[in-house]
């Protein structure tokens, strides 16, 4: 059994994929955060009158990672890989109406996803 | 002009998309992060010695946000919409020669990739 590698300190690098991906579940058990946060939203529409929809936004750090591993034939590569983003957990479609006295007919329709709550959600992301 | 909301406290509204946008860059300026802890991978083919490699892998909490916006046109949602992934950013590809004794031929040989950085790398994800 030979082990190619440069010289490092032994005692610190861990013995397989697997318990690599136990030490990223650990790390991640708490520290992950995903805030909703109220904005106001301008619907602005021309020859209407200006609308203004309270809503909310998503912003935050949520985990992922990515941990070599070798297939055992000879096919594509399978690396542990996880990611989560910060986006709409639970979300409404609201309709709003605008006035437009000018035009006709003198209104004019919007929908407007409102959200109500981010998480950090698992996501299947593009390489 | 009107503004369609719950009773909340608009001191602490934000008045635009933009805004946001603002203060989700501000709140990222230094709180991401992204490991490169060392692993041993294991090259294990039947019939062949096992052989070690030494690589890293990665984990972390990279930032996300998804920001409301409306587009002027009825044309397609086009929130802010940002991602990023803790995944390699520089690595090699590497071949492994493993010896097969009992095989013919008696080696067989895998590309094995050898991350040596990683970072929060910005995505595009899937929905």
């Given at each position: 059994v030979s082990l190619e590698m440069?010289?490092?300190?032994?005692?610190?690098?861990?013995?397989?994929s697997r318990e690599a991906l136990m030490v990223t579940k650990k790390q991640y058990l708490v520290q992950d955060w995903c805030k909703t946060e109220p904005l106001i939203q301008t619907l602005k529409v021309r020859g209407c009158i200006t609308k203004y929809v309270l809503n909310n936004f998503c912003y935050g750090q949520c985990n992922s990672f990515f941990i070599p591993r070798t297939p055992k034939a000879k096919a594509k590569k399978t690396p542990f890989q996880s990611c989560a983003i910060c986006k709409p957990k639970r979300y409404s479609m609201t309709r709003v109406t605008l006035s437009c006295p000018?035009?006709?007919?003198?209104f004019k329709r919007r929908r407007v996803k409102k959200i109500s709550e981010c998480a950090c959600t698992s996501s299947q992301a593009l390489q």
């Open positions: 440069d010289p490092i300190n032994l005692e610190k690098v861990l013995k397989s000018g035009r006709y007919p003198p």
